[in-house]
């Protein structure tokens, strides 16, 4: 995720990032822009067509793909900001789950509890990268990796050694059933956040959906040219490429925020967010 001061104004504007859409979009923009002078020099210089203006028509369509292009991002962000709400909650549970085990626990298990808190952050963060965790866990005594290896879905294996271990220390009697039940609500958060997050990383935005805004936008700047010949001639060019700059940079945001896991500009921090839960959890567990 990209570090910004918000009320910084003119060196924003004049910044371009390498997730910036203009970058993205500007081979499509001269595509755009070589369509727009071919159109106007066939119909205005070659055929000597007189046109009359037709904005209208791309006024009342404007309206509308406007209205689809805001509800758009407005699910795209929603999506974005559950995802941060959650791992926030992640941050949360993981500093309970270490306070009470500091507190409640026989010392000898401290570290084995502090390395499984860990390895479920850092496998929850690369699960839902598509990623293999393996070689970023953390082995401590009593902790296998190797038995790892088969394991499909490591978040659920961390959270499943993390409740044995708490369920072999009660019926040990090390802790109290009041004890147990307390901690149950760690250990249960762990499985909950991890589900919410493969729903949002496994439902995209319905596929008819997001593609009937993109065929909107490809035949309304398609069409622009038609509309504007007689009034711009060939200012029509330039001024359909800061159009099309405009709509498609709305859909291409959304598409990336949509999807807040993975590595882009835009995607939430969660290097930097698993980082902060070691620290956390490091300094809860120091003797």
């Given at each position: 995720?990209?570090?910004y ?6 060196g924003?504007?004049f910044?371009f ?50 209205l ?12 974005w ?20 085990a ?11 509890f ?82 919410a ?10 596929y ?64 930097q ?10 300094e809860?567990?120091e003797?």
């Open positions: 995720m990209v570090q001061n918000t009320k910084e104004w003119f924003l504007i910044r990032h390498k997730s910036d859409t203009f970058r993205i979009l500007l081979p499509a923009m001269i595509y755009l822009g070589v369509y727009g002078v071919a159109v106007t020099f066939f119909l205005l210089d070659f055929l000597k067509f007189e046109f009359h203006s037709t904005t209208v028509l791309h006024s009342l369509l404007g309206f509308v793909i406007s689809l292009l805001v509800f758009r991002t407005n699910t795209a962000y929603e999506r900001w559950e995802a941060r709400k959650l791992w926030g909650s992640l941050v949360n549970n993981a500093r309970n789950l270490a306070i009470k500091k507190s409640m626990f026989p010392e000898c298990e401290h570290e084995y502090k390395t499984l808190i860990l390895n479920f952050t850092v496998s929850l963060k690369h699960h839902l990268r598509d990623q293999n965790a393996l070689s970023a866990l953390h082995a401590c005594n009593g902790f296998d990796m190797n038995t790892l290896i088969f394991k499909n879905h490591l978040p659920n294996e961390m959270a499943r050694l993390l409740f044995t271990k708490t369920n072999e220390l009660y019926q040990n009697q090390h802790i109290s059933g009041e004890q147990f039940i307390i901690v149950n609500n760690e250990l249960r958060a762990f499985t909950d956040i991890t589900g997050c493969e729903r949002i990383k496994n439902t995209p935005i319905p008819s959906y997001s593609l009937f805004i993109k065929k909107f936008i490809f035949v309304y700047t398609l069409t622009i040219p038609f509309g504007l010949l007689a009034d711009f001639g060939y200012w029509v060019a330039p001024i359909n490429m800061f159009i099309f700059y405009v709509l498609t940079s709305l859909e291409v945001i959304a598409e990336e925020i949509e999807e807040p896991f993975g590595e882009d500009s835009n995607d939430l921090p969660t290097d967010i698993t980082l902060n839960i070691e620290k956390s959890v490091n809860i567990f003797k």
